[in-house]
């Protein structure tokens, strides 16, 4: 498996929360080499079965998310304009002269209008436009015929890999994620030790909004464990010095009270004894992630979380470092071939 490629195909793929039907189908053709069944169900869930074919073994459920920040269409204006609102957590301060790409039919292209510096009147250079006061320019003299309101809307910007091993594209989170329990499975495949556990994989849907999809995915599979996949903040020169973490560091190891306490421990151990890169992310509350919804499906579930260091999150141009990625990988392959289902209380 090439990560890269997995990497560029991953987020090409048009997902934003509530419209992930599409992405899914590609999603679920890329994990049925390395799984025992895969379904996708009536929430654009992509859920996945392994099995390590011992008597009673316990479900380790593996996370992560498809969808990815965009925006929906709200109203189509005269001269091809067509103005929208976000989907997740949008910043308005880096739209204005985005390019995007918006999902009708047939997808058009389009940029964010925005005022040249010439035009702007006093003060107005130092303020973010309201997205709400925004129009995307389509140039078409039939917008109004071919872009429905209720149209998604995605960043248009193409992958790009970076010196020093980095990669940078729109919708890494949590594409990054998704590739790295993929890398994961690929390496179980080729390894000569098996599982102890089942393996599960749910590839959720609506992570930026609603949870729904972390929420009913894990109530089909009710695992006794689930490890959540997800980015967190890279150290870039203009942020804070804590909470983050320096890209190429390897995995950012969740701990706080919403993580189950022995299986976070358990991966800490696996990561020392594989000699894999760790820090530790201390979180004190909700964690952001799917694995503050999972833990208290159906009689609850010891939930773990492990992070890929990313810098620019929630913008179209995400920078992950591709070692990191595989860490997460090879951190969940180790796991999954020492972990016999037992933890302490």
Same mark, same amino acid.
């Given at each position: 498996?090439?990560?890269?490629?997995?990497?560029?195909?991953?987020? $090409?793929? %048009?997902?934003?929360?509530?419209?992930? $039907?599409?992405?899914?189908?590609?999603?679920?053709?890329?994990?049925?080499?390395?799984?025992?069944?895969?379904?996708?169900?009536?929430?654009?869930?992509?859920?996945?079965?392994?099995?390590?074919?011992?008597?009673?073994?316990?479900?380790?459920?593996?996370?992560?998310?498809?969808?990815?920040?965009?925006?929906?269409?709200?109203?189509?204006?005269?001269?091809?304009?067509?103005?929208?609102? !976000?989907?997740?957590?949008?910043?308005?301060?880096?739209?204005?002269?985005?390019? #995007?790409?918006?999902?009708? &039919?047939?997808?058009?292209? /389009? #940029?964010?209008?925005?005022?040249? !510096?010439?035009?702007?009147?006093?003060?107005?250079?130092?303020?973010? #436009?309201?997205?709400?006061?925004?129009?995307?320019?389509?140039?078409?003299?039939?917008?109004? $015929?071919?872009?429905?309101?209720?149209? %998604? *809307?995605?960043?248009?910007?193409?992958?790009? +890999?970076?010196?020093?091993?980095?990669?940078?594209?729109?919708?890494?989170? &949590?594409?990054? @994620? =998704?590739?790295?329990?993929?890398? +994961?499975?690929?390496?179980?495949?080729?390894?000569?030790?098996? %599982?102890?556990?089942?393996?599960?994989?749910?590839?959720?849907?609506?992570?930026?909004?609603?949870?729904?999809?972390?929420?009913?995915? $894990?109530?089909? #599979?009710? !695992?006794?464990?689930?490890?959540?996949?997800?980015?967190?903040? /890279?150290?870039?020169?203009?942020?804070?010095?804590?909470?983050?973490?320096?890209? @190429?560091?390897?995995?950012? *190891? /969740?701990?706080? %009270?919403?993580?189950?306490?022995?299986?976070?421990?358990?991966?800490?151990?696996? +990561?020392?004894?594989?000699? *894999?890169?760790?820090?530790?992310?201390?979180?004190?509350?909700?964690?952001?992630?799917?694995?503050?919804?999972?833990?208290?499906?159906?009689? @609850? *579930?010891?939930?773990?979380?492990?992070?890929?260091?990313?810098?620019?999150?929630?913008?179209?141009?995400?920078?992950?470092?591709?070692?990191? =990625?595989?860490? =997460?990988?090879?951190?969940?392959?180790?796991?999954?071939?020492?972990?016999?289902?037992?933890? &302490? +209380?």
């Amino acid at each position: 498996m090439q990560l890269t490629e997995t990497l560029r195909t991953l987020c $090409a793929l %048009p997902a934003v929360s509530g419209f992930e $039907a599409q992405a899914a189908q590609t999603v679920a053709a890329l994990f049925r080499p390395y799984c025992t069944s895969v379904e996708i169900d009536r929430n654009s869930n992509v859920i996945a079965y392994k099995k390590c074919g011992r008597k009673n073994a316990k479900t380790v459920l593996l996370d992560a998310h498809i969808d990815q920040i965009g925006f929906v269409v709200t109203e189509v204006l005269e001269g091809g304009f067509v103005r929208f609102a !976000p989907v997740g957590g949008v910043d308005p301060r880096m739209l204005l002269a985005a390019e #995007v790409t918006i999902l009708a &039919d047939e997808p058009l292209y /389009g #940029v964010v209008s925005c005022l040249p !510096p010439h035009l702007l009147k006093t003060g107005e250079q130092d303020k973010a #436009v309201p997205i709400d006061q925004m129009t995307i320019d389509t140039g078409l003299a039939d917008a109004k $015929a071919r872009i429905p309101v209720g149209t %998604p *809307i995605v960043f248009g910007q193409q992958p790009v +890999a970076l010196s020093g091993g980095q990669y940078c594209s729109k919708c890494l989170d &949590d594409r990054a @994620g =998704v590739a790295a329990i993929l890398l +994961a499975l690929d390496k179980l495949k080729r390894e000569k030790r098996k %599982p102890k556990c089942n393996i599960a994989v749910l590839i959720s849907a609506q992570e930026e909004v609603t949870g729904l999809g972390a929420q009913t995915g $894990a109530f089909t #599979v009710q !695992p006794e464990f689930a490890i959540a996949v997800d980015v967190t903040h /890279g150290k870039t020169p203009d942020g804070p010095s804590d909470g983050v973490f320096e890209l @190429g560091s390897g995995v950012a *190891i /969740g701990i706080g %009270p919403n993580l189950h306490r022995s299986l976070t421990n358990r991966l800490i151990k696996t +990561a020392k004894a594989n000699d *894999i890169g760790y820090a530790l992310e201390v979180m004190e509350g909700n964690t952001g992630t799917n694995a503050w919804t999972m833990q208290i499906v159906a009689h @609850g *579930i010891a939930t773990a979380l492990l992070s890929i260091p990313e810098k620019y999150m929630h913008t179209p141009v995400e920078v992950v470092s591709l070692s990191d =990625v595989e860490d =997460v990988a090879n951190l969940i392959a180790a796991f999954v071939c020492d972990f016999d289902g037992e933890v &302490d +209380a």
